[in-house]
């Protein structure tokens, strides 16, 4: 008695939904359905419990860390857990990202153990006072260069693990998050969800794996790359007008016929000429150029006072 199908969704976060379509149309599974919204992908499989197991196996190895969850999983859910999991202290370095994450991972199970919603932060006059000061003193030249010296400013004086912080600017909002080693970054586009974006690079810096495609790290003490958004003239690009074809010389084709018919007379001649015994072309050649400077040597010669023989 064949085995009753059942069905399991797969959460991914920061992975294009043709690629996780494709290694899941490989696991022989009766049925693979998907939905993206945004950077983010939910994939409905639906086959016999042991196929379920090994796709979803298969599945987690290819994405290792783009798959954050299953179930009714969210992706503020496995966030927290991994800060849980790794112990990671998290600190948010401005009321921005203290808007975006303390609403998503509020009554999270443990996360009052790993963050302190502000409370030793930004939301502390003395640690913001702290960290303006350090802001000050860095002088840093651009937004994101100012980002991530806050970050830095809020590891020190927080002890923190990780810090979040996130800006708005006018091609959209910058989200990032800083470690010992150096800072993340992302600029969100303004339809795209940028409190999701910054839970998966925490989630991502907490589990120690990479971040997704289009996030920068910088390492500290060096001048990040400034982001921006493509403009509207970048993102599609004006065609060229249509230019007519080059026309082709005709003359080396038609010099190559008269080659060769050249050639082709040639060889006529020298057929004739020994009979068709082309090894003996030399000897005939010979032979006839002999007999031309006979006739001309038999040919009468003009008078003594003719002028060919002056010339």
Known sequence: MAAADESRVLRFFGVEEAAVCRAAGRCGLTRVESRACGAETLLALTAPRRALRRAE???????????YGAGGDTLADCTARALVKADRLLACADDAALQLLAPRLAGRAGIDRVFDF????????????????????GAPA????????????ALRVTRADLAAGARS????????????KGGWSYL???DENAALRLLDM????????????????????RPPQE????????????????TPPARRSRWPARLAFLLGLGVLAGL?????????DLSALPDAASDALAGLLRGLSAAPQPPAHSGAVLM
């Open 227 to 242: 982001p921006s958004l493509p403009a509207p003239s970048e993102m599609a690009p004006a065609p060229k007008p249509d």
């Open 188 to 190: 969100a586009a303004p």
């Open 142 to 153: 651009g937004p994101l260069a100012e980002e991530l010296c806050r970050l830095q400013a």
């Open 169 to 180: 600017l006018a091609g959209g909002t910058l989200v990032a998050v800083a470690c010992r």
């Open 57 to 67: 196996g298969r599945l987690r190895r290819a994405f290792p860390a783009g798959l």
């Open 118 to 137: 502000g409370a030793g932060s930004c939301a502390d006059p003395d640690a913001a006072a702290k960290m303006d000061a350090a802001v000050r003193r």
């Open 268 to 276: 006529a001649a020298a057929w004739q000429l020994t009979g068709g």
């Open 202 to 221: 925490i989630r991502r810096a907490a589990a120690g794996r990479p971040q997704a495609a289009g996030v920068r790290f910088t390492p500290r003490g």
